[in-house]
């Protein structure tokens, strides 16, 4: 069926567990997600013969709520799946300890600019056939225990690669799993690798085989972001998989040495299990790709000190330009620059733009945000006031009140040098305390400073209230703790609707900064090795942001116009020609697919 509908012979699976592809379909948590369905969206457009697996989430993340005082709670999401789905024929099953889980798969079709598809399969386990239980597996993104958690990667993993299968997809070669989550498809490919050579246990040819068709990419230099279960769950969960690999193979055992992450060798797994090992789902998938690549160059060099034995490239990330593009600003690169969605590396021409165009277009996406923020929270922003925007995932590293350090500071600032407001948004995850800590901060920071700086917090941050923000602020800030941030995207959002970044320098703004040209850094480059978090870094960044924005940021945005908007179009003409998927997925088929 799935045949009739788009050319079968794809080339690439890409494997993530979140994608994110229309503002209704609650399928992501964040970056991960928005960088998966820009990578699809980007592939569609060159004609990258790619198909994509993801799992369904029939609650979603979580819709945000937040109290007066900022506590933050959760809701499920609803949706109808039909609305955006569409159902495909095949079930395929997986086992789970001893219970069959069938699954099936819904798809979505993501069409390219010159009208090129690119499948997304989501797998369901909400089906009659299953235990009550198992039809909760693909319910809630991220949600549950590591158990469960453990059992949605199966289900991706395993159950991805027999769907594809099942979808006619049997001549992949290239398999990119999008984070660790994905891992275990590497072991349904080895096992089809040992039985076409007519075996019943795995030989080190296999793992080669394996190896040459896999492609990881590492998102975090957190260590908790790195998925780690007891090696006891994957036994207990997969056993037929587990004694598959499980042999007295030399290189088998090598294999399973790294995955565990044992320094002594066990006789077996089962050995290994019963001590207290565990399974690291990025070792997993180390162990068993051709390439591997960090998101940003100094997420790359950060990935290879965490993994000293591994040789891991880097591919900086990208978005969506045509996605992230404002009406306002896709109407005037259309007017100039007509060939910029085929081909983002026009965009360079908007050094040419006339500049009272690029405010003009500025001033309509701004508009658009002060009517979000009016109707999200009834408050109307000052259109004149020079507004910075900030928005991501509320928690510890990123800082979202490293600019509310000291408030009198930031009075004395707008009294002398011209007002400002800021915007924020962000959800926490559900179990982090810290970053729910954070959201609240803010809100006494905005009751703290009342008019003297106009600070709004907007909940249930989405793809829509990220395009508004991101185009309709003056200023895109961000302030993680160096070097915790793996790459970074909302910054190249703002980059393609002309709007300069003021950032740390981590993450893709290593790359994407010249200061004065493109935007502005926070603190000094940092030298030698990535050190320790530490509170003294919090007082210098702290001073070197209030610093920029006293004698550099506002001074021009309000008395040197001319000079900002050319840091502007700038941002557009460097940033936005390069920070896009469309290089970024060009550079996977270069270095990674083809390799
Ligand atoms: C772009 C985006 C992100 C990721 O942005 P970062 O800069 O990586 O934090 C997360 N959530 C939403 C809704 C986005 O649009």
Not at 151 to 179: F, P
Not at 224 to 236: C, I, T, V
Not at 275 to 284: D, E, F, I, K, P
Request: aromatic share 10%; charged share 25%; with cysteine.
């Amino acid at each position: 069926m799935a045949n009739s509908v788009y050319p079968p012979k794809r080339f690439v699976a890409y494997f993530s567990m979140e994608i994110a592809l229309e503002n209704d379909m609650p399928s992501y948590s964040g970056g991960l997600g928005v960088l998966a369905g820009d990578t699809i969206r980007a592939a569609a457009d060159i004609r990258l013969p790619m198909v994509a697996v993801s799992l369904l989430y029939r609650k979603g993340y979580f819709r945000q709520r937040l109290g007066e005082d900022g506590a933050q709670t959760e809701e499920p999401v609803e949706w109808e799946v039909e609305k955006f789905l569409q159902e495909e024929e095949p079930r395929i099953s997986v086992m789970l300890e001893n219970r069959r889980v069938e699954l099936r798969a819904w798809r979505y079709m993501v069409k390219g600019v010159r009208g090129y598809e690119v499948p997304v399969y989501f797998l369901d386990a909400d089906l009659p056939a299953n235990d009550a239980r198992d039809r909760e597996l693909t319910g809630a993104l991220y949600g549950g225990d590591p158990y469960y958690r453990l059992s949605q990667e199966v289900l991706l993993g395993i159950g991805g690669v027999r769907m594809l299968r099942a979808l006619g997809h049997t001549e992949l070669m290239r398999y990119h799993m999008n984070e660790g989550h994905a891992a275990l498809l590497t072991m349904e490919l080895l096992e089809e690798e040992t039985k076409r050579a007519g075996r019943t246990a795995i030989k080190g040819e296999d793992i080669e085989r394996v190896r040459s068709k896999c492609v990881f990419t590492t998102h975090t230099p957190v260590p908790a972001g790195h998925d780690k279960f007891p090696a006891e769950y994957l036994s207990r969960l997969v056993p037929d998989q587990v004694r598959f690999i499980d042999v007295k193979d030399a290189s088998s055992v090598d294999l399973i040495k790294s995955i565990l992450q044992v320094e002594q060798s066990y006789p077996d797994w089962k050995e290994a299990a019963q001590r207290g090992a565990s399974v690291n789902m990025t070792y997993l998938a180390l162990s068993l790709s051709n390439y591997v690549n960090g998101v940003a160059k100094l997420h790359g060099e950060v990935s290879r000190k965490m993994f000293p034995n591994v040789p891991i490239e880097a591919i900086t990330n990208g978005v969506h330009a045509a996605t992230w593009t404002s009406p306002a600003f896709q109407d005037l690169f259309n007017r100039y620059i007509p060939s910029w969605r085929e081909d983002n590396y026009s965009l360079r021409g908007a050094l040419g733009l006339p500049p009272e165009e690029v405010w003009a277009a500025h001033l309509l996406s701004k508009h658009s945000l002060l009517e979000a923020v009016r109707k999200k929270s009834g408050l109307k922003l000052d259109p004149e006031a020079f507004t910075i925007g900030f928005a991501r995932r509320a928690t510890g590293y990123k800082r979202a009140d490293l600019i509310l350090r000291d408030l009198d500071r930031l009075r004395q600032i707008a009294k002398n040098v011209g007002s400002f407001q800021i915007v924020y948004a962000g959800k926490a995850h559900p179990r982090d305390a810290g970053g729910k800590e954070i959201i609240k901060k803010i809100f006494k920071a905005k009751k703290a400073l009342k008019k003297a700086v106009t600070i709004v917090f907007l909940d249930d941050y989405d793809l829509e209230l990220g395009g508004q923000l991101t185009s309709g602020s003056d200023l895109w800030l961000n302030t993680p703790q160096y070097p915790m941030e793996a790459s970074g995207t909302s910054g190249m959002k703002a980059a393609v609707n002309g709007v300069p970044s003021l950032s740390i320098l981590d993450g893709w703004w290593v790359e994407g900064c010249i200061e004065g040209v493109t935007g502005w850094s926070i603190g000094e480059p940092h030298r030698g090795d990535p050190g320790p978090e530490s509170p003294v870094d919090n007082v210098m960044d702290a001073e070197s942001l209030y610093a920029k924005l006293e004698s550099v940021i506002l001074p021009m945005f309000y008395e040197e116009r001319n000079r900002y908007l050319e840091v502007m179009r700038h941002a557009i003409a460097i940033n936005g020609s390069f920070f896009n998927t469309q290089r970024m997925v060009q550079q996977y088929i270069t270095d990674a697919y083809l390799r």
